[in-house]
């Protein structure tokens, strides 16, 4: 079980920085507006956002 959340964390760590790329390529060649290219990044730091918050353990939230 532990394999499949450590591949679903890589999985959408790829697609955070992919969003993060792809809006940043699509900004140079000018094939974008910006409203695609701010639903890019939204999509990108959704994914980051929930691999971040699937790192934080148990030990961690007693502390605060």
Do not use: W
Request: charged share 20%; proline share 0%; hydrophobic share 60%.
């Amino acid at each position: 079980m532990k394999k499949i959340g450590a591949i679903i964390d890589l999985v959408l760590k790829a697609v955070g920085m992919a969003m993060g790329v792809a809006a940043l390529v699509m900004s140079l060649l000018g094939f974008a507006d910006a409203e695609t290219l701010i639903t890019l990044l939204a999509i990108g730091m959704f994914c980051l956002g929930v691999t971040a918050l699937d790192q934080i353990n148990e030990e961690e939230l007693d502390k605060i």
